[in-house]
């Protein structure tokens, strides 16, 4: 067969095949933003279980007023129907900065970085439970197969980086509720899919990743990508496409990945800063993502998320249904340092400028407690906060009722802040679309507006 003549519709179909690759390739490399980009790169830091707002973004006197009465106004389903008494917060606000934001002292570092924050405490979903949250928060739907933002990133603006992924999860051994969908391509071609980064993994961040001969791995990736051209050219299918990408990404990363996680060229005072030394395993973990996360952005990955650290109480960690002082502390001990971290590396050395970074649970806690000291689920009202390019530096955007129960003021949606983070990286939301079975689909759905007034 290899010495066999080729006909003139075999060698049409080939080259055919052949200069569609290379226009593939260009997209890839590259594609055009609807306008300009305020930002290239984000980096979604993700709190799963549902952090306390009324305990750490958005300050309620009336808690600590009425905390230990019986809570007066209607009381929406709960996830476990114990509901007690009025909860005041354990941790006194303070206004931070030149801003003066006040934060608690749930998170004494992040709130030192209160002029870089944009707290919206606004925010409300739509689902109570912690995988259908946790997908909405991801991908803009409750159920499983749809794309998650970070893929819509990639497929809408390809990669700055050729030699890793365009969508990195830096995995702290703690999966969102939800599971790996959270960070799939869905119906999108499957290079869009999140790559998992094992931070955690002291055998390396991808498994398996050790090179071979080199010539010879070249010479096997060049043999399937011809077999996989012409398989391409008899069934017109954009998967076999995706499986030539995803192998060269992979030869590629068997060197990128490597470097990547080798932090010996970080200073000493870079390394303590985010808290690599700490004696706490949770911190120095959680650290280390955080500084991969600078890593990845440095080197031009288009969208990072961080999970949250192994060794935390369970699979959702900021679900406090109790103990809610001791689980939180311990929580905000691991994240807080490493955080604050993050932002002023990225500052200085010019990257928050281009960098929209995100912090954000699936949803927030109730003011009342749950029995006696922990709080339940509550969707109606929550806090996230954005920081970086595009985005106004020590500001806050929308409110809550006096309890912190309803969002009342300039109400946020999550597709409302799909269609913002798309807006500041030059995409229209609702013209960035993908023909699936038969209709065009979108991150936002048929939903969301840009929130200009966070807009700086």
């Not at 995100?358 to 109606?380: L, M």
Request: include cysteine.
């Amino acid at each position: 067969m290899l010495t066999r003549s080729v006909t003139r519709r075999e060698m049409l179909a080939r080259c055919a095949n052949g200069f569609g690759l290379l226009a593939l390739n260009s997209m890839l490399a590259g594609a055009v933003p609807h306008f300009r980009p305020r930002v290239k790169n984000v980096i979604l830091l993700f709190m799963d279980g549902g952090v306390s707002h009324v305990d750490s973004f958005d300050p309620k006197p009336r808690l600590q007023a009425e905390h230990g009465q019986p809570f007066r106004q209607k009381i929406e389903a709960t996830q476990f129907d114990e509901v007690g008494k009025i909860l005041g917060s354990p941790w006194e606000f303070r206004p931070r900065g030149q801003s003066g934001i006040e934060v608690s002292d749930l998170f004494p570092s992040i709130a030192a970085c209160a002029d870089e924050l944009c707290v919206i405490r606004s925010m409300r979903a739509d689902f109570p439970e912690h995988a259908q949250a946790c997908l909405y928060m991801h991908t803009g739907h409750a159920i499983q197969g749809r794309p998650s933002m970070g893929a819509w990133l990639s497929y809408g603006l390809g990669t700055q980086c050729k030699d890793l992924p365009g969508f990195v999860v830096v995995h702290g051994g703690i999966v969102p509720t939800g599971g790996v969908e959270n960070f799939s391509s869905g119906f999108l071609p499957a290079q869009h899919q999140g790559s998992i980064f094992e931070a955690y993994n002291s055998g390396g961040l991808v498994r398996n990743l050790h090179p071979g001969d080199n010539n010879r791995q070249r010479a096997k990736l060049d043999f399937i990508a011809n077999a996989d051209r012409e398989f391409a050219s008899a069934v017109n299918d954009s998967n076999v496409n995706a499986a030539i990408r995803n192998y060269e990404t992979a030869f590629a990363m068997q060197s990128a990945v490597p470097q990547l996680a080798d932090l010996s060229g970080e200073s000493e005072a870079t390394q303590k800063l985010y808290g690599i030394d700490s004696s706490n395993k949770q911190t120095a973990l959680y650290a280390r993502q955080c500084l991969l996360a600078r890593r990845l952005v440095e080197r031009g990955v288009r969208f990072v998320e961080l999970t949250c650290p192994r060794g935390s109480r369970n699979n959702a960690p900021w679900d406090q249904h109790d103990n809610l002082r001791k689980h939180h502390a311990e929580n905000a001990q691991m994240v807080d340092q490493p955080i604050a971290a993050l932002l002023r590396d990225l500052r200085q050395r010019g990257l928050l400028d281009e960098t929209l970074v995100i912090w954000a649970g699936e949803f927030g806690r109730t003011p009342f407690a749950q029995g006696g000291n922990g709080r339940d689920h509550n969707p109606q009202g929550f806090s996230i906060w954005l920081a970086g390019g595009g985005v106004r530096a020590g500001s806050i955007y929308g409110g809550t009722d006096d309890y912190g129960y309803h969002a009342v003021e300039n109400v946020t949606t999550v597709h409302d802040l799909h269609a913002t983070i798309l807006h500041l990286l030059g995409l229209d939301h609702e013209r960035l679309t993908y023909r699936h079975a038969g209709r065009d689909y979108r991150l936002t759905d048929v939903y969301g507006t840009v929130i200009e007034d966070i807009l700086a």
